[in-house]
Nanobody, 116 residues
């Protein structure tokens, strides 16, 4: 069983920065694809950024140029550096791990609030 623990959320002012972390248990992290999702108030969950085992990344248009996803396989951790934060970035942010076999695991979420 894989467990994911997110941290780093909180309150940030518009234009500010936060860095989210998602630490995974187990030994399958280096071969996994890691994704950050978010769900804002009254909205559906949406993909924010994605990084595969080779380090290739994909970003939602709404965060391109502001957010950076990265991974440290030695620490079994994926990060989301969020800069130039906007009120519309307010959401619960979740990390998701997909193993090479296709098993899917979710973290519990971390709240990010950017007041208007």
């Amino acid at each position: 069983q894989v467990q994911l623990v997110e941290s780093g959320g909180g309150l940030a002012q518009p234009g500010g920065s936060l860095r989210l972390s998602c630490a995974a248990s187990g030994t399958i992290f280096s071969t996994a694809t890691m994704t950050w999702y978010r769900q804002g108030p009254g909205k559906q969950r949406e993909l924010v950024a994605w990084i595969n085992r080779g380090g290739s990344t994909v970003y939602a248009d709404s965060v391109k140029g502001r957010f950076t996803i990265s991974r440290d396989d030695a620490k079994n951790t994926v990060y989301l550096q969020m800069n130039s934060l906007k009120p519309e970035d307010t959401a619960v942010y979740y990390c998701r791990l997909i193993t090479a076999k296709g098993d899917v695991y979710w973290g519990q979420g971390t709240q990010v609030t950017v007041p208007s």
